[in-house]
């Protein structure tokens, strides 16, 4: 069993920063991380991945305000989020998967005002 909190949202105006952090009860070396997001009512979508060797991916929408690292030794995974966006509003989840099951945070909430 692997838990995950994430902490750091907030209340932000629009252009402003977050960083989100996400701490893992397990050691998160040798897995593959992902931060997602869910607007009201929409479904939840990708926002971010870091692999093992420390490569990236980002959804097209966050591409170039938001940035994922990891410290393992740490076990957390963070999420630096810039120019932030009334769009960006959202529950974050981090996820991870450990031996083939996917484990998920309750969630931190992102409220960015216009």
């Known amino acids: 069993q692997v838990q995950l909190v994430e902490s750091g949202g907030g209340l932000v105006q629009s252009g402003g920063s977050l960083r989100l952090s996400c701490a893992a009860s397990?050691?998160?070396?040798?897995?593959?991380m992902g931060w997602y997001r869910q607007a009201p009512g929409k479904e939840r979508e990708l926002v971010a991945t870091?692999?093992?060797?420390?490569?990236?991916y980002y959804a097209d929408s966050v591409k170039g305000r938001f940035a994922i690292s990891r410290d393992n030794a740490k076990n957390t995974v963070y999420l630096q989020m810039n120019s932030l966006k009334p769009e960006d509003t959202a529950v974050y989840y981090c996820?991870?998967?450990?031996?083939?099951?996917?484990?998920w945070g309750k969630g931190t909430l992102v409220t960015v005002s216009s």
């Open positions: 996820s991870g998967v450990w031996y083939g099951v996917p484990y």
């Open positions: 397990r050691s998160i070396r040798p897995v593959g």
């Open positions: 870091i692999g093992i060797s420390d490569s990236t």
